[in-house]
Protein backbone atom coordinates (compact mmCIF):
# COMPACT_ATOMS: atom_id res chain seq x y z
CA UNK A 1 0.00 0.00 0.00
CA UNK A 2 3.10 2.07 0.37
CA UNK A 3 2.72 4.41 -2.47
CA UNK A 4 5.65 5.01 -4.58
CA UNK A 5 5.53 8.49 -7.13
CA UNK A 6 4.21 11.35 -4.89
CA UNK A 7 1.78 12.42 -7.72
CA UNK A 8 1.32 16.00 -8.03
CA UNK A 9 -2.29 16.47 -7.61
CA UNK A 10 -1.95 17.45 -4.18
CA UNK A 11 -4.54 20.09 -4.70
CA UNK A 12 -7.58 16.70 -4.67
CA UNK A 13 -6.49 16.43 -0.78
CA UNK A 14 -6.71 19.36 0.42
CA UNK A 15 -8.46 18.73 4.01
CA UNK A 16 -10.72 19.86 5.97
CA UNK A 17 -9.82 16.93 8.56
CA UNK A 18 -10.67 17.48 11.97
CA UNK A 19 -12.71 20.57 11.41
CA UNK A 20 -9.06 22.20 10.75
CA UNK A 21 -7.91 22.78 7.49
CA UNK A 22 -9.70 23.76 4.96
CA UNK A 23 -7.18 25.20 1.94
CA UNK A 24 -3.51 25.49 2.82
CA UNK A 25 -0.51 23.19 1.13
CA UNK A 26 -0.79 20.51 -1.57
CA UNK A 27 -1.27 16.97 0.63
CA UNK A 28 -0.62 13.90 -1.57
CA UNK A 29 2.47 13.83 1.07
CA UNK A 30 -0.13 13.25 3.68
CA UNK A 31 -2.16 10.58 2.34
CA UNK A 32 1.73 8.65 1.80
CA UNK A 33 2.55 9.06 5.04
CA UNK A 34 -0.88 8.11 6.26
CA UNK A 35 -0.53 4.96 4.07
CA UNK A 36 3.06 4.46 5.43
CA UNK A 37 2.54 5.47 9.20
CA UNK A 38 -0.78 5.33 10.06
CA UNK A 39 -0.62 1.90 11.69
CA UNK A 40 2.77 2.15 14.00
CA UNK A 41 1.54 5.31 14.70
CA UNK A 42 -1.55 4.16 15.86
CA UNK A 43 0.60 0.93 17.53
CA UNK A 44 2.77 3.29 19.50
CA UNK A 45 -0.30 5.49 20.81
CA UNK A 46 -2.05 2.56 21.77
CA UNK A 47 1.34 1.11 23.44
CA UNK A 48 1.13 4.50 25.21
CA UNK A 49 -2.26 5.06 26.83
CA UNK A 50 -3.70 2.07 26.73
CA UNK A 51 -6.62 3.21 25.05
CA UNK A 52 -7.25 1.64 21.21
CA UNK A 53 -9.97 4.77 20.13
CA UNK A 54 -7.74 7.25 21.79
CA UNK A 55 -5.19 6.52 20.28
CA UNK A 56 -6.71 6.51 16.64
CA UNK A 57 -8.22 9.82 17.27
CA UNK A 58 -4.88 11.28 18.18
CA UNK A 59 -3.29 9.07 14.91
CA UNK A 60 -5.93 11.21 13.28
CA UNK A 61 -5.20 14.64 14.92
CA UNK A 62 -0.95 13.69 14.12
CA UNK A 63 -2.39 13.99 10.33
CA UNK A 64 -4.72 16.68 10.68
CA UNK A 65 -1.55 18.91 11.74
CA UNK A 66 0.38 17.04 8.95
CA UNK A 67 -2.18 18.63 6.79
CA UNK A 68 -1.99 21.71 8.54
CA UNK A 69 2.10 22.10 8.50
CA UNK A 70 3.53 19.99 5.90
CA UNK A 71 6.61 18.19 8.03
CA UNK A 72 10.15 18.53 6.55
CA UNK A 73 11.20 15.32 8.20
CA UNK A 74 7.58 13.51 8.33
CA UNK A 75 8.76 9.88 10.52
CA UNK A 76 10.25 11.58 13.04
CA UNK A 77 8.05 14.81 13.07
CA UNK A 78 5.03 12.20 12.44
CA UNK A 79 6.39 10.68 16.02
CA UNK A 80 7.29 13.31 17.63
CA UNK A 81 3.64 15.03 17.17
CA UNK A 82 1.94 12.08 18.50
CA UNK A 83 3.91 11.60 21.42
CA UNK A 84 3.58 15.29 22.28
CA UNK A 85 -0.33 15.02 22.12
CA UNK A 86 0.15 12.15 24.74
CA UNK A 87 2.54 14.44 26.83
CA UNK A 88 -0.28 17.60 26.90
CA UNK A 89 -2.88 15.18 27.70
CA UNK A 90 -1.18 13.88 30.45
CA UNK A 91 -1.28 17.43 32.22
CA UNK A 92 -4.94 17.26 31.75
CA UNK A 93 -5.61 15.35 34.79
CA UNK A 94 -9.20 15.56 34.42
CA UNK A 95 -8.83 13.24 30.95
CA UNK A 96 -6.54 11.17 32.49
CA UNK A 97 -8.71 10.14 35.45
CA UNK A 98 -11.88 9.30 32.67
CA UNK A 99 -9.27 7.04 30.84
CA UNK A 100 -8.39 5.02 34.06
CA UNK A 101 -12.02 4.67 34.72
CA UNK A 102 -12.32 3.21 30.88
CA UNK A 103 -9.37 0.31 31.39
CA UNK A 104 -10.77 -0.37 34.65
CA UNK A 105 -14.18 -1.27 32.71
CA UNK A 106 -12.60 -3.22 29.87
CA UNK A 107 -10.86 -5.54 32.77
CA UNK A 108 -13.56 -6.09 34.43
CA UNK A 109 -16.27 -6.92 31.67
CA UNK A 110 -13.35 -9.32 30.68
CA UNK A 111 -13.27 -10.64 33.43
CA UNK A 112 -16.43 -12.22 33.43
CA UNK A 113 -16.55 -14.31 30.29
CA UNK A 114 -12.90 -14.85 29.11
CA UNK A 115 -11.16 -18.05 29.32
CA UNK A 116 -7.88 -18.73 31.35
CA UNK A 117 -5.28 -17.70 29.08
CA UNK A 118 -7.32 -14.56 28.20
CA UNK A 119 -6.99 -13.57 31.79
CA UNK A 120 -3.53 -14.24 32.06
CA UNK A 121 -3.08 -12.19 28.50
CA UNK A 122 -4.91 -9.36 29.56
CA UNK A 123 -2.60 -9.58 33.11
CA UNK A 124 0.26 -9.55 31.32
CA UNK A 125 -1.02 -6.33 29.32
CA UNK A 126 -1.41 -4.49 32.51
CA UNK A 127 1.58 -5.98 33.60
CA UNK A 128 3.74 -4.82 31.14
CA UNK A 129 1.67 -1.37 31.18
CA UNK A 130 2.64 -0.58 34.31
CA UNK A 131 6.45 -1.73 34.01
CA UNK A 132 5.99 0.89 31.06
CA UNK A 133 4.31 3.44 33.65
CA UNK A 134 7.66 3.31 35.67
CA UNK A 135 10.00 4.06 33.03
CA UNK A 136 10.80 8.44 32.97
CA UNK A 137 9.18 9.77 29.46
CA UNK A 138 12.17 9.77 27.78
CA UNK A 139 12.95 5.92 28.08
CA UNK A 140 9.31 5.11 27.33
CA UNK A 141 9.41 6.72 24.03
CA UNK A 142 12.61 5.84 23.23
CA UNK A 143 11.38 2.34 23.70
CA UNK A 144 8.76 2.93 21.58
CA UNK A 145 9.61 4.28 18.74
CA UNK A 146 12.11 1.61 18.98
CA UNK A 147 9.32 -0.97 18.92
CA UNK A 148 8.03 0.91 15.71
CA UNK A 149 11.92 0.01 13.70
CA UNK A 150 12.77 3.58 14.15
CA UNK A 151 16.85 3.56 13.74
CA UNK A 152 18.80 5.74 16.22
CA UNK A 153 19.26 8.85 14.05
CA UNK A 154 15.51 9.16 14.16
CA UNK A 155 15.08 8.27 17.47
CA UNK A 156 17.62 10.96 18.54
CA UNK A 157 15.52 13.81 15.64
CA UNK A 158 12.09 13.03 17.35
CA UNK A 159 13.28 13.28 21.00
CA UNK A 160 15.68 15.61 20.87
CA UNK A 161 17.94 13.76 22.15
CA UNK A 162 21.88 13.52 21.04
CA UNK A 163 22.47 10.70 18.64
CA UNK A 164 25.02 9.01 20.98
CA UNK A 165 22.37 9.45 23.71
CA UNK A 166 19.97 6.54 21.85
CA UNK A 167 22.16 3.82 22.91
CA UNK A 168 22.25 4.60 26.61
CA UNK A 169 18.80 5.50 26.80
CA UNK A 170 17.72 2.68 25.01
CA UNK A 171 19.51 0.45 27.21
CA UNK A 172 18.73 2.23 30.80
CA UNK A 173 14.81 1.62 29.29
CA UNK A 174 14.73 -1.88 28.62
CA UNK A 175 16.43 -2.63 31.62
CA UNK A 176 13.92 -0.68 33.36
CA UNK A 177 11.10 -2.40 32.08
CA UNK A 178 12.23 -6.10 32.53
CA UNK A 179 13.15 -5.33 36.03
CA UNK A 180 10.61 -3.50 36.93
CA UNK A 181 7.74 -6.08 35.31
CA UNK A 182 9.69 -9.52 37.29
CA UNK A 183 9.70 -7.02 40.47
CA UNK A 184 5.81 -6.45 40.28
CA UNK A 185 5.73 -9.99 39.99
CA UNK A 186 7.17 -10.94 42.36
CA UNK A 187 5.58 -8.44 44.86
CA UNK A 188 2.39 -10.05 43.46
CA UNK A 189 3.45 -13.70 43.93
CA UNK A 190 4.33 -12.73 47.33
CA UNK A 191 1.15 -11.03 48.01
CA UNK A 192 -0.81 -14.38 47.10
CA UNK B 1 22.88 2.33 34.77
CA UNK B 2 25.51 0.68 37.31
CA UNK B 3 28.58 0.14 34.89
CA UNK B 4 29.94 2.96 33.19
CA UNK B 5 32.16 5.60 34.36
CA UNK B 6 34.51 3.86 36.03
CA UNK B 7 35.29 1.73 33.42
CA UNK B 8 36.07 3.48 30.66
CA UNK B 9 38.10 0.80 28.67
CA UNK B 10 35.17 -1.33 28.94
CA UNK B 11 32.64 -0.91 26.47
CA UNK B 12 28.95 0.81 27.74
CA UNK B 13 25.68 -0.47 28.00
CA UNK B 14 24.73 1.99 25.15
CA UNK B 15 27.53 1.02 22.94
CA UNK B 16 26.25 -3.10 23.41
CA UNK B 17 22.50 -1.60 22.56
CA UNK B 18 23.85 -0.10 19.68
CA UNK B 19 25.88 -3.02 18.38
CA UNK B 20 22.64 -5.34 18.54
CA UNK B 21 20.39 -2.99 17.11
CA UNK B 22 22.84 -3.04 14.27
CA UNK B 23 23.49 0.83 14.90
CA UNK B 24 27.22 0.30 14.33
CA UNK B 25 29.59 0.72 11.69
CA UNK B 26 31.42 -1.83 10.34
CA UNK B 27 34.72 -1.08 12.14
CA UNK B 28 32.77 0.28 15.21
CA UNK B 29 31.58 -2.96 15.29
CA UNK B 30 34.64 -4.72 14.74
CA UNK B 31 36.25 -2.87 17.53
CA UNK B 32 33.58 -3.53 20.21
CA UNK B 33 33.82 -7.54 18.76
CA UNK B 34 37.17 -7.68 19.24
CA UNK B 35 37.23 -6.03 22.66
CA UNK B 36 34.47 -8.57 23.40
CA UNK B 37 36.24 -11.46 22.80
CA UNK B 38 38.65 -10.81 24.90
CA UNK B 39 37.11 -9.32 27.92
CA UNK B 40 34.74 -11.62 29.88
CA UNK B 41 33.25 -8.89 32.09
CA UNK B 42 31.96 -7.33 28.66
CA UNK B 43 31.25 -10.57 26.94
CA UNK B 44 28.76 -10.74 30.25
CA UNK B 45 27.27 -7.45 29.71
CA UNK B 46 26.61 -8.15 26.01
CA UNK B 47 25.07 -11.66 27.05
CA UNK B 48 22.49 -9.38 30.08
CA UNK B 49 22.13 -6.70 27.38
CA UNK B 50 20.85 -9.14 24.71
CA UNK B 51 18.24 -10.35 27.14
CA UNK B 52 16.86 -7.39 27.77
CA UNK B 53 16.79 -6.49 24.56
CA UNK B 54 15.02 -10.04 23.40
CA UNK B 55 12.52 -9.31 26.72
CA UNK B 56 11.78 -5.87 26.54
CA UNK B 57 10.84 -6.38 22.92
CA UNK B 58 8.53 -9.75 23.66
CA UNK B 59 7.38 -7.43 27.00
CA UNK B 60 6.43 -4.48 24.59
CA UNK B 61 4.89 -7.27 21.82
CA UNK B 62 2.16 -8.01 24.73
CA UNK B 63 0.79 -4.58 23.99
CA UNK B 64 -0.70 -5.47 20.50
CA UNK B 65 -3.74 -3.43 19.11
CA UNK B 66 -6.28 -5.75 20.21
CA UNK B 67 -7.81 -7.67 17.21
CA UNK B 68 -11.06 -5.96 15.57
CA UNK B 69 -12.76 -8.35 15.94
CA UNK B 70 -12.78 -8.23 20.01
CA UNK B 71 -12.28 -4.32 19.61
CA UNK B 72 -13.66 -3.82 23.14
CA UNK B 73 -13.25 -0.33 24.14
CA UNK B 74 -14.64 0.49 20.62
CA UNK B 75 -17.50 -1.96 21.01
CA UNK B 76 -18.42 -0.31 24.61
CA UNK B 77 -18.05 3.16 23.96
CA UNK B 78 -20.25 3.94 21.15
CA UNK B 79 -23.68 2.42 22.89
CA UNK B 80 -22.72 4.67 25.64
CA UNK B 81 -22.27 7.65 23.54
CA UNK B 82 -25.85 7.13 21.81
CA UNK B 83 -27.60 6.97 25.45
CA UNK B 84 -25.70 9.78 26.80
CA UNK B 85 -27.01 12.33 23.78
CA UNK B 86 -30.47 10.46 24.92
CA UNK B 87 -30.18 11.81 28.20
CA UNK B 88 -28.52 14.92 27.22
CA UNK B 89 -31.23 16.51 24.92
CA UNK B 90 -34.71 17.38 25.29
CA UNK B 91 -36.19 14.54 24.44
CA UNK B 92 -36.91 15.00 20.89
CA UNK B 93 -33.42 12.94 20.54
CA UNK B 94 -34.41 9.58 22.18
CA UNK B 95 -37.25 9.58 19.58
CA UNK B 96 -34.92 10.13 16.45
CA UNK B 97 -34.28 7.34 14.16
CA UNK B 98 -30.60 8.85 13.65
CA UNK B 99 -29.63 7.97 16.94
CA UNK B 100 -31.81 5.16 18.03
CA UNK B 101 -30.33 2.51 16.80
CA UNK B 102 -27.39 2.88 18.84
CA UNK B 103 -28.95 2.19 22.25
CA UNK B 104 -27.67 -0.83 23.68
CA UNK B 105 -29.16 -3.83 23.30
CA UNK B 106 -30.58 -2.81 20.41
CA UNK B 107 -27.96 -3.89 17.46
CA UNK B 108 -28.54 -7.52 16.57
CA UNK B 109 -32.43 -6.38 16.26
CA UNK B 110 -31.70 -3.97 13.94
CA UNK B 111 -29.11 -5.80 12.10
CA UNK B 112 -31.32 -8.73 11.50
CA UNK B 113 -33.87 -6.01 10.16
CA UNK B 114 -31.15 -4.92 8.32
CA UNK B 115 -30.40 -6.66 5.19
CA UNK B 116 -33.08 -6.56 3.36
CA UNK B 117 -33.83 -3.28 3.10
CA UNK B 118 -31.34 -2.52 1.53
CA UNK B 119 -30.89 -3.31 -2.42
CA UNK B 120 -29.59 -2.16 -5.81
CA UNK B 121 -31.74 0.17 -7.49
CA UNK B 122 -31.63 2.05 -10.81
CA UNK B 123 -31.13 5.29 -11.43
CA UNK B 124 -34.92 6.66 -11.84
CA UNK B 125 -35.56 5.30 -8.55
CA UNK B 126 -32.47 7.56 -7.68
CA UNK B 127 -33.92 10.65 -8.64
CA UNK B 128 -37.68 9.67 -7.04
CA UNK B 129 -35.86 9.06 -3.80
CA UNK B 130 -33.90 12.44 -3.87
CA UNK B 131 -36.81 13.95 -4.89
CA UNK B 132 -38.39 12.70 -1.72
CA UNK B 133 -35.81 13.79 0.10
CA UNK B 134 -35.56 17.03 -1.45
CA UNK B 135 -39.28 17.34 -1.00
CA UNK B 136 -39.01 16.42 2.82
CA UNK B 137 -36.08 18.31 3.22
CA UNK B 138 -37.63 21.40 2.20
CA UNK B 139 -41.08 20.75 4.67
CA UNK B 140 -38.74 19.77 7.33
CA UNK B 141 -36.76 22.66 7.51
CA UNK B 142 -39.71 25.11 6.25
CA UNK B 143 -41.47 24.29 9.45
CA UNK B 144 -38.46 23.43 12.19
CA UNK B 145 -35.10 25.38 11.19
CA UNK B 146 -36.74 28.23 9.11
CA UNK B 147 -34.18 29.30 7.12
CA UNK B 148 -35.90 29.04 3.75
CA UNK B 149 -32.94 30.18 1.61
CA UNK B 150 -30.20 27.49 3.19
CA UNK B 151 -33.46 25.09 2.95
CA UNK B 152 -33.67 25.21 -0.86
CA UNK B 153 -29.96 25.49 -0.67
CA UNK B 154 -29.47 22.18 0.87
CA UNK B 155 -32.31 20.64 -1.30
CA UNK B 156 -30.11 21.47 -4.04
CA UNK B 157 -27.60 19.27 -2.84
CA UNK B 158 -29.43 16.51 -1.55
CA UNK B 159 -30.52 15.89 -5.33
CA UNK B 160 -27.75 16.24 -7.18
CA UNK B 161 -25.51 14.01 -5.38
CA UNK B 162 -27.28 10.76 -5.89
CA UNK B 163 -27.92 11.38 -9.34
CA UNK B 164 -24.11 12.24 -10.39
CA UNK B 165 -23.70 8.54 -9.50
CA UNK B 166 -25.23 5.40 -8.96
CA UNK B 167 -22.43 3.98 -6.45
CA UNK B 168 -23.16 7.28 -4.49
CA UNK B 169 -27.02 7.06 -4.77
CA UNK B 170 -27.65 3.21 -4.14
CA UNK B 171 -28.32 3.63 -0.14
CA UNK B 172 -31.43 5.60 -1.55
CA UNK B 173 -32.63 1.86 -2.18
CA UNK B 174 -33.23 1.48 1.33
CA UNK B 175 -36.06 3.68 1.15
CA UNK B 176 -37.73 2.28 -1.37
CA UNK B 177 -39.91 -0.52 -0.11
CA UNK B 178 -40.46 -3.04 -2.53
CA UNK B 179 -37.04 -4.22 -3.72
CA UNK B 180 -36.13 -7.77 -3.30
CA UNK B 181 -32.60 -8.22 -5.01
CA UNK B 182 -30.68 -10.29 -1.99
CA UNK B 183 -27.72 -8.60 -0.72
CA UNK B 184 -25.31 -8.44 -3.64
CA UNK B 185 -22.03 -8.57 -1.45
CA UNK B 186 -20.92 -12.10 -0.08
CA UNK B 187 -18.67 -10.85 1.71
CA UNK B 188 -20.88 -8.49 3.95
CA UNK B 189 -22.02 -9.03 7.67
CA UNK B 190 -25.07 -9.45 7.84
CA UNK B 191 -25.91 -5.60 9.57
CA UNK B 192 -27.42 -2.87 8.41
CA UNK B 193 -24.01 -1.45 6.97
CA UNK B 194 -24.33 -3.91 4.01
CA UNK B 195 -26.45 -1.76 2.13
CA UNK B 196 -23.01 0.57 1.34
CA UNK B 197 -21.25 -2.30 0.26
CA UNK B 198 -23.59 -3.33 -2.42
CA UNK B 199 -20.92 -1.48 -4.39
CA UNK B 200 -19.14 -3.09 -7.44
CA UNK B 201 -15.46 -3.63 -7.14
CA UNK B 202 -13.02 -2.24 -5.00
CA UNK B 203 -11.08 -1.07 -8.08
CA UNK B 204 -14.47 0.91 -9.19
CA UNK B 205 -14.63 2.05 -5.91
CA UNK B 206 -10.86 3.80 -5.94
CA UNK B 207 -12.09 5.43 -9.19
CA UNK B 208 -15.02 6.94 -7.41
CA UNK B 209 -12.50 8.16 -4.85
CA UNK B 210 -10.42 9.69 -7.25
CA UNK B 211 -13.27 11.35 -9.55
CA UNK B 212 -16.02 12.06 -7.53
CA UNK B 213 -14.52 12.75 -3.81
CA UNK B 214 -17.17 10.13 -2.69
CA UNK B 215 -15.59 7.13 -1.52
CA UNK B 216 -18.62 4.70 -1.08
CA UNK B 217 -17.30 1.77 1.16
CA UNK B 218 -14.76 -0.76 0.19
CA UNK B 219 -14.09 -4.50 0.67
CA UNK B 220 -11.27 -2.72 2.64
CA UNK B 221 -13.83 -0.59 4.58
CA UNK B 222 -15.93 -3.72 5.40
CA UNK B 223 -12.80 -5.31 7.09
CA UNK B 224 -12.02 -2.34 8.99
CA UNK B 225 -10.84 -2.29 11.99
CA UNK B 226 -13.07 0.47 13.49
CA UNK B 227 -15.81 -0.63 15.61
CA UNK B 228 -17.61 2.79 15.99
CA UNK B 229 -16.79 3.51 12.83
CA UNK B 230 -19.30 0.85 11.54
CA UNK B 231 -21.87 1.77 14.00
CA UNK B 232 -22.01 5.14 12.96
CA UNK B 233 -22.56 4.22 9.92
CA UNK B 234 -25.04 1.35 10.98
CA UNK B 235 -26.48 4.76 12.83
CA UNK B 236 -27.46 5.82 9.91
CA UNK B 237 -28.09 3.59 7.75
CA UNK B 238 -30.19 2.03 9.42
CA UNK B 239 -33.24 4.59 9.60
CA UNK B 240 -35.39 2.75 7.31
CA UNK B 241 -34.91 -0.78 9.40
CA UNK B 242 -36.00 1.30 12.47
CA UNK B 243 -39.13 1.71 10.39
CA UNK B 244 -39.53 -1.54 10.10
CA UNK B 245 -38.81 -2.35 13.45
CA UNK B 246 -41.67 0.35 14.53
CA UNK B 247 -44.25 -2.48 14.61
CA UNK B 248 -43.01 -4.92 17.15
CA UNK B 249 -41.67 -2.06 19.17
CA UNK B 250 -44.34 0.32 19.10
CA UNK B 251 -43.39 2.08 21.95
CA UNK B 252 -40.83 4.66 20.93
CA UNK B 253 -40.69 3.59 17.29
CA UNK B 254 -44.22 4.66 17.13
CA UNK B 255 -43.53 7.82 19.05
CA UNK B 256 -40.57 8.45 15.96
CA UNK B 257 -42.70 8.24 13.14
CA UNK B 258 -45.11 10.53 14.95
CA UNK B 259 -42.76 13.07 15.18
CA UNK B 260 -41.49 12.88 11.82
CA UNK B 261 -44.84 12.82 10.28
CA UNK B 262 -45.77 16.11 12.48
CA UNK B 263 -42.82 17.79 11.59
CA UNK B 264 -41.54 16.61 8.17
CA UNK B 265 -45.41 16.06 7.02
CA UNK B 266 -44.60 12.26 5.54
CA UNK B 267 -44.00 9.53 7.75
CA UNK B 268 -41.50 7.63 5.43
CA UNK B 269 -38.12 9.51 5.50
CA UNK B 270 -35.96 8.43 3.16
CA UNK B 271 -33.13 10.08 5.38
CA UNK B 272 -30.25 7.75 4.26
CA UNK B 273 -30.76 8.16 0.87
CA UNK B 274 -28.69 11.40 1.19
CA UNK B 275 -26.84 10.60 4.46
CA UNK B 276 -24.99 8.07 3.23
CA UNK B 277 -24.41 9.03 -0.34
CA UNK B 278 -20.93 10.79 1.67
CA UNK B 279 -17.98 11.95 0.82
CA UNK B 280 -14.64 11.34 3.22
CA UNK B 281 -14.71 14.31 5.23
CA UNK B 282 -10.57 14.74 3.96
CA UNK B 283 -11.64 15.63 0.40
CA UNK B 284 -14.23 17.98 1.97
CA UNK B 285 -12.54 21.29 0.96
CA UNK B 286 -10.88 19.34 -2.22
CA UNK B 287 -11.39 19.75 -5.84
CA UNK B 288 -13.40 16.98 -6.17
CA UNK B 289 -12.17 16.22 -9.79
CA UNK B 290 -8.81 17.15 -9.63
CA UNK B 291 -7.31 13.63 -7.84
CA UNK B 292 -6.14 11.32 -10.83
CA UNK B 293 -2.60 11.12 -10.26
CA UNK B 294 -3.13 10.60 -6.80
CA UNK B 295 -1.49 7.32 -5.57
CA UNK B 296 -4.71 5.42 -5.33
CA UNK B 297 -3.78 3.37 -2.64
CA UNK B 298 -2.47 5.56 -0.40
CA UNK B 299 -5.72 7.71 -1.32
CA UNK B 300 -7.94 5.04 -0.57
CA UNK B 301 -6.49 4.27 2.67
CA UNK B 302 -6.88 8.02 3.58
CA UNK B 303 -10.15 8.56 2.56
CA UNK B 304 -11.34 5.35 3.95
CA UNK B 305 -9.93 5.96 7.64
CA UNK B 306 -11.87 9.63 6.67
CA UNK B 307 -15.12 8.17 5.65
CA UNK B 308 -14.76 6.12 9.15
CA UNK B 309 -15.56 9.81 10.64
CA UNK B 310 -17.09 12.12 9.07
CA UNK B 311 -20.07 11.36 5.92
CA UNK B 312 -22.25 13.60 4.69
CA UNK B 313 -26.01 13.72 6.12
CA UNK B 314 -29.35 15.30 5.49
CA UNK B 315 -29.61 18.92 7.74
CA UNK B 316 -32.75 16.87 9.57
CA UNK B 317 -30.60 14.44 10.13
CA UNK B 318 -28.31 16.89 11.76
CA UNK B 319 -31.08 18.99 13.50
CA UNK B 320 -32.16 15.15 15.24
CA UNK B 321 -28.67 14.44 16.25
CA UNK B 322 -28.47 18.03 17.72
CA UNK B 323 -31.80 17.12 19.44
CA UNK B 324 -34.14 19.30 17.87
CA UNK B 325 -31.91 22.44 16.80
CA UNK B 326 -29.03 23.39 15.45
CA UNK B 327 -26.86 26.45 14.83
CA UNK B 328 -26.67 28.24 11.00
CA UNK B 329 -24.84 31.24 10.21
CA UNK B 330 -27.30 33.73 8.71
CA UNK B 331 -27.45 34.67 5.35
CA UNK B 332 -25.15 32.08 4.14
CA UNK B 333 -26.09 29.41 1.48
CA UNK B 334 -25.01 26.07 2.97
CA UNK B 335 -22.76 23.93 0.89
CA UNK B 336 -23.36 20.48 2.55
CA UNK B 337 -23.76 19.04 6.18
CA UNK B 338 -21.82 16.16 7.79
CA UNK B 339 -21.64 14.38 10.95
CA UNK B 340 -19.21 12.36 12.57
CA UNK B 341 -17.64 11.29 15.78
CA UNK B 342 -16.60 14.42 18.69
CA UNK B 343 -13.81 12.82 18.73
CA UNK B 344 -12.26 13.59 15.40
CA UNK B 345 -12.65 16.91 15.99
CA UNK B 346 -10.14 19.21 18.60
CA UNK B 347 -11.38 20.90 21.12
CA UNK B 348 -15.20 18.98 21.03
CA UNK B 349 -16.50 16.81 23.67
CA UNK B 350 -15.20 13.23 22.40
CA UNK B 351 -18.74 11.69 23.12
CA UNK B 352 -20.64 13.70 21.22
CA UNK B 353 -21.64 13.84 17.90
CA UNK B 354 -20.46 16.92 15.97
CA UNK B 355 -22.83 18.46 13.31
CA UNK B 356 -20.67 20.24 10.53
CA UNK B 357 -22.34 22.80 8.14
CA UNK B 358 -19.94 23.78 5.20
CA UNK B 359 -21.14 26.84 3.41
CA UNK B 360 -19.50 28.29 0.71
CA UNK B 361 -19.30 32.38 0.31
CA UNK B 362 -19.58 34.44 -2.30
CA UNK B 363 -15.50 34.00 -3.52
CA UNK B 364 -16.37 30.41 -3.11
CA UNK B 365 -14.36 30.56 0.47
CA UNK B 366 -15.18 27.82 2.27
CA UNK B 367 -16.56 27.99 5.82
CA UNK B 368 -17.27 25.12 8.39
CA UNK B 369 -19.14 25.15 11.48
CA UNK B 370 -19.13 22.58 13.87
CA UNK B 371 -21.42 22.45 16.41
CA UNK B 372 -22.54 20.05 19.38
CA UNK B 373 -24.80 20.43 21.73
CA UNK B 374 -23.41 19.95 25.35
CA UNK B 375 -24.72 18.22 28.50
CA UNK B 376 -26.75 20.21 30.96
CA UNK B 377 -24.65 21.57 33.95
CA UNK B 378 -27.82 19.60 35.61
CA UNK B 379 -26.61 16.39 34.35
CA UNK B 380 -23.69 16.82 35.59
CA UNK B 381 -21.08 13.44 35.20
CA UNK B 382 -22.04 14.11 31.55
CA UNK B 383 -21.54 17.61 31.27
CA UNK B 384 -18.34 17.61 33.56
CA UNK B 385 -16.84 15.50 31.21
CA UNK B 386 -17.73 16.98 27.97
CA UNK B 387 -16.68 20.32 29.99
CA UNK B 388 -12.73 18.30 30.13
CA UNK B 389 -13.20 17.62 26.99
CA UNK B 390 -14.21 21.23 25.68
CA UNK B 391 -12.62 23.54 28.19
CA UNK B 392 -14.86 25.82 27.50
CA UNK B 393 -17.85 27.28 28.97
CA UNK B 394 -20.69 29.77 28.26
CA UNK B 395 -18.85 33.15 27.46
CA UNK B 396 -15.69 31.70 26.41
CA UNK B 397 -14.23 32.52 23.04
CA UNK B 398 -11.17 31.05 21.29
CA UNK B 399 -9.76 32.18 18.58
CA UNK B 400 -6.47 30.24 16.86
CA UNK B 401 -4.69 31.11 13.54
CA UNK B 402 -2.92 28.18 11.86
CA UNK B 403 -0.15 29.28 10.19
CA UNK B 404 -1.83 28.96 6.49
CA UNK B 405 -4.12 31.56 7.56
CA UNK B 406 -6.97 29.07 8.88
CA UNK B 407 -8.85 31.13 11.70
CA UNK B 408 -11.07 28.78 14.04
CA UNK B 409 -13.02 30.74 16.53
CA UNK B 410 -14.74 28.23 19.47
CA UNK B 411 -17.15 29.23 21.76
CA UNK B 412 -20.32 27.69 23.33
CA UNK B 413 -23.43 29.56 23.49
CA UNK B 414 -26.12 30.05 26.43
CA UNK B 415 -27.97 26.70 25.18
CA UNK B 416 -24.90 25.22 25.84
CA UNK B 417 -24.46 24.55 22.17
CA UNK B 418 -20.27 24.29 21.48
CA UNK B 419 -19.38 26.09 18.32
CA UNK B 420 -16.37 25.81 16.23
CA UNK B 421 -15.99 28.02 12.92
CA UNK B 422 -13.31 27.48 10.72
CA UNK B 423 -12.39 29.82 7.72
CA UNK B 424 -9.57 31.28 5.41
CA UNK B 425 -10.53 34.41 6.72
CA UNK B 426 -9.17 37.38 8.43
CA UNK B 427 -9.76 36.90 12.26
CA UNK B 428 -12.15 40.20 12.54
CA UNK B 429 -14.49 38.28 9.45
CA UNK B 430 -14.46 35.62 11.21
CA UNK B 431 -15.80 36.85 14.07
CA UNK B 432 -18.37 38.78 12.14
CA UNK B 433 -19.96 35.72 11.23
CA UNK B 434 -19.73 34.70 14.11
CA UNK B 435 -21.90 37.55 15.11
CA UNK B 436 -24.23 35.90 12.26
CA UNK B 437 -24.36 32.15 14.11
CA UNK B 438 -27.64 31.79 15.08
Same mark, same amino acid.
Given at each position: MAAGAPGGAGAGLQGAAGGV??????TTDVAELYALYHESLVRLLYRRTGDRDHAEDLAQEVFVRALETPPANPKPWLFAVALNLVRDEGRRVTREGRKLELLKGETAGLAVSAPDAEIERQEKVEEVRAALAALSEKDREALLLKAEGFRYDEIAVALG?????VGTTLARARRKLVETFHEQRRVKDVAR | MSNDGSRMSHVDDGTLNALLDGELTAEEAAAVEAHIAACPECAKRLAEAKRFLAEATDLLGALELPKPAVAEPSARRVPKTAREIALDLDGATQQSPAIR $????? *?PPKRASVGPPTRRRLDFTTLAWAATVVLAIGVGYLANEVRHTRQTIALGEGAVGRPVQSPEQAS #?????? #??APTPPPNAVAPPTSTGARRGQPTRGAQAKSVLAAGGAPATAAELAHKETPALRDKQLAAAVPSDQAAAQPRPGRAAKTLETVGGVG??? *?? $???AVVAAEPPAVLM???????????RGAVAAFAEQRLTSFRRAALEEAVARLGGSLRLIDGMRIDHVEVGPGSRVSGAARNLDVVRIVYVDDQGRRVVLDQQRLAQPADSSAAERQGADVGMGYGDTLTTEAPDGQVRVRWVDRERFWLSLTASLAPDTARALVGRVR
Open positions: AIGGAPLAAGA | $PNLAG *E #PAVATQ #PAGAA *ER $PTTGADRNAAAPIQ
